[in-house]
Nanobody, 121 residues
């Protein structure tokens, strides 16, 4: 099983980025997938998760209305569209299969390298 996050970068406040989580070794209709982040000096936190059916989505309060999680089953990829980014969104973003409630940053597999998102002018 592998999940590889990509798509991070430097963006100005108010800007947008789309993160991609390329998956292999399992089918997206069998496991939920989530996005997590760790800001400098802070603990890792759950950002958004999507159920295996794609019908249930969770967003942490801080990103509701600005981030959208989605699945492309044909590409085995989960996306996180991030709009209206704020400086406090600066963090390393990881994707993984949550083993608990999305708000708890626990996943079934080892954490990957993640992708750096920096929101700064």
């Amino acid at each position: 099983v592998q999940l590889q996050a990509s798509g991070g970068g430097l963006v100005q406040p108010g800007g947008s980025l789309r993160l991609s989580c390329a998956t292999s070794g399992f089918t997206l209709d069998s496991f939920a997938v989530g996005w997590f982040r760790q800001a400098p000096g802070k603990e890792r936190e759950g950002v958004s998760c999507i159920s295996s059916s794609g019908s249930v989505k969770f967003y942490v309060d801080a990103v509701k209305g600005r981030f959208t999680i989605s699945i492309d089953n044909a590409k085995n990829t989960v996306y996180l569209q991030m709009n209206s980014l704020k400086p406090e969104g600066t963090a390393v973003y990881y994707c993984g299969r949550p083993s608990m409630d999305c708000r708890v940053p626990r996943i079934f597999d080892p954490w990957g390298q993640g992708t750096q998102v920096t929101v700064s002018s």
